[in-house]
C-alpha cells in the first residue's frame, strides 16, 4: 500500500494577511486542492492523507470538501511529519511506501508523483532538487562553490520501514537528511514546482498555471501529429488561412473554407452552419478569422462588430460541433494581444483575452462530450493583417512567418488534449 501525504500546517508567518496561504484560492480554488487532486489522481498512491493546524481539524472543511483523512500537525514541519508516520503505523499496517507533498506548491503533476513511487522499487529514498543558478556565497560574502549543493524541494518519497526513527525534534528542513544512509535517487526540479511563499507567488502560480508553449524549433511533438480528414477552415483568406489551405492540399485533406459571402461570421447561426456544411461533416474545426479595428475608429462604433465576430462566432462553434455527436476538434486563433491590452487595440484585445477565457471555462464541459478545443495564441504574423494593425512597416525580425504557426493547429486538430492556450513566439 502507499500513502500519499500532503503537509498542510503551516502558519504562513512569511506570507502574511488573515489566512494561512494553503487556503487562498488559486485560480477559484484553494492552494492546497491542487494537491490533493493530483494525489488523488495518481494510480500509484492508495490513500490520501491531509496534516492539518488545529483549526482545520477541529472544522474538516478541507477533509470534507475533498474527501481526504485529516490528521493533526505539530508547531513544526518536522512534528508534523512524525504525525503523519504515527497515523500511519497505526492505521496501515501494510504501507510500503510513502510519499510527502507541500500543500503550498500546487503545481505538482500525478505523473511526477508517479514516477518517484514508481523510483521507490530501485531505491530507498526519492527526492526532488535542483541546482543552484545564482551566485552562492557564506554570510561573510566569501565565495562558496555552488556545485557542492542543491536545493531540495517536495515531493519527497521513501520506503516506510526506512522512516521508523524519524526524529521529529530534528532541525533538518528535509526528511531525506535523516535518511541519508541508504539508496537516494534525486529527480531534477523545474520552475513549475513553484512554492507559494510570499503574495507576489500566488500571482504568479495563477499565470504558470496557464502556461504553454510551442516551440517552433524545439517542440517535435508538432511535428509528429497526425492530420485530420475533413476540416472546416474559417478565415481562410487571411495570411494563415491561405497558409493552412496550402498545408490541406499538400497533404490531401479535405476541408471546407466559406467565403464571407458563403458564410457571415458577423451573422452567423448553428442554422447556418448546418446549412452550408450540409452532408459534410468535420473532424476538426480551425477559426482563423477575425475583425479588426484601432481605436481611432470608435469603441462603442466598433464593439459590437468585434466581438460578433472574433467572440460570439467561436460560441457558434461550440454549439455546431455540439450537434455533431462525434469527436471534433475545435482550434481557435488567439492573438498575444490577449496576454496584455495592446494601445490603440482596445477592443481587439479584450475580445481575444474573452476568447481565451471562453476555451478554459468550456473544455472540461466539452471535454466529458468528445469535443477536445484549443487556442493557439501567436505574436504577430507577417501577413497582409499586420499592415492594417500598426499601419506601419514593421521589421520582418518581429514577425512570425504563417508556416511557424501551421503545426502547431494541426497539432490540435487530433489531439485530445483541451484547454490548452498555446502561445507562439518568435526566436523560441
Do not use: W
Request: glycine share 4%.
Amino acid at each position: 500500500m502507499n500513502i500519499g501525504v500532503i503537509l498542510a500546517a503551516g502558519d504562513s508567518k512569511r506570507f502574511g494577511g488573515y489566512m494561512h496561504k494553503q487556503y487562498l484560492k488559486l485560480n477559484g480554488v484553494e492552494v492546497v486542492g491542487y494537491s490533493i487532486r493530483a494525489m488523488k489522481a495518481c494510480e500509484s498512491i492508495d490513500e490520501v492523507i491531509l496534516v492539518v493546524d488545529k483549526e482545520e481539524y477541529e472544522s474538516s472543511y478541507i477533509s470534507g470538501k475533498y474527501g481526504v483523512v485529516c490528521v493533526l500537525g505539530g508547531d513544526t514541519r518536522n512534528r508534523s511529519v512524525f504525525n503523519a508516520l504515527e497515523y500511519i503505523r497505526e492505521t496501515y499496517a501494510n504501507c510500503e511506501k510513502v510519499i510527502f507533498h507541500d500543500s503550498v506548491r500546487p503545481l505538482i503533476t500525478s505523473n511526477k508523483l508517479s514516477d518517484i513511487i514508481n523510483c521507490l522499487d530501485e531505491y530507498d529514498a526519492v527526492v526532488t532538487s535542483d541546482t543552484i543558478n545564482d551566485a552562492l556565497s557564506y554570510c561573510n560574502y566569501n565565495n562558496a562553490e555552488r556545485d557542492s549543493f542543491i536545493l531540495i524541494q517536495a515531493p519527497e518519497g521513501f520506503r516506510f520501514s526506512i522512516l521508523d526513527k524519524f526524529e521529529p525534534k530534528s532541525n533538518s528542513m528535509s526528511i531525506v537528511s535523516q535518511v541519508s544512509n541508504c539508496r537516494i535517487k534525486s529527480l531534477r526540479s523545474n520552475i513549475f514546482n513553484m512554492k507559494i511563499t510570499y503574495p507576489e507567488d500566488l500571482f504568479i502560480a495563477e499565470q504558470l498555471m496557464r502556461l504553454n508553449y510551442y516551440s517552433v524549433n524545439h517542440n517535435d511533438s508538432f511535428l509528429r501529429a497526425a492530420n485530420p480528414e475533413r476540416v472546416l477552415l474559417l478565415g481562410g483568406s487571411g495570411g494563415i488561412g491561405l497558409a493552412l489551405k496550402e498545408y490541406f492540399e499538400a497533404n490531401s485533406i479535405d476541408y471546407r473554407a466559406p467565403s464571407h459571402r458563403e458564410l457571415d461570421l458577423s451573422q452567423l447561426s448553428v442554422a447556418k452552419l448546418q446549412e452550408y456544411c450540409s452532408d459534410f461533416i468535420p473532424d476538426a474545426i480551425i477559426n482563423a478569422a477575425a475583425v479588426y479595428y484601432d481605436d481611432t475608429a470608435g469603441l462603442t462604433q466598433t464593439f459590437d462588430d468585434i466581438f460578433s465576430v472574433n467572440v460570439k462566432a467561436n460560441e457558434y462553434l461550440i454549439e455546431y460541433a455540439e450537434t455533431l455527436g462525434k469527436k471534433v476538434n475545435l482550434v481557435l486563433l488567439s492573438s498575444s494581444s490577449s496576454t496584455k491590452g495592446r494601445e490603440n487595440l482596445t477592443n481587439y484585445s479584450a475580445a481575444k483575452s474573452a476568447l481565451n477565457s471562453i476555451v478554459e471555462s468550456q473544455a472540461k464541459t466539452l471535454a466529458s462530450r468528445n469535443i477536445y478545443i484549443n487556442a493557439v495564441i501567436p505574436e504577430k504574423v507577417n501577413t497582409p493583417l499586420i499592415a492594417k494593425l500598426h499601419k506601419t512597416k514593421i521589421n520582418l525580425r518581429e514577425l512570425l512567418e504563417p508556416k511557424d504557426v501551421i503545426n502547431a493547429i494541426m497539432y490540435f486538430s487530433v489531439s485530445k488534449e483541451y484547454g490548452q492556450l498555446v502561445h507562439i513566439r518568435k526566436g523560441l
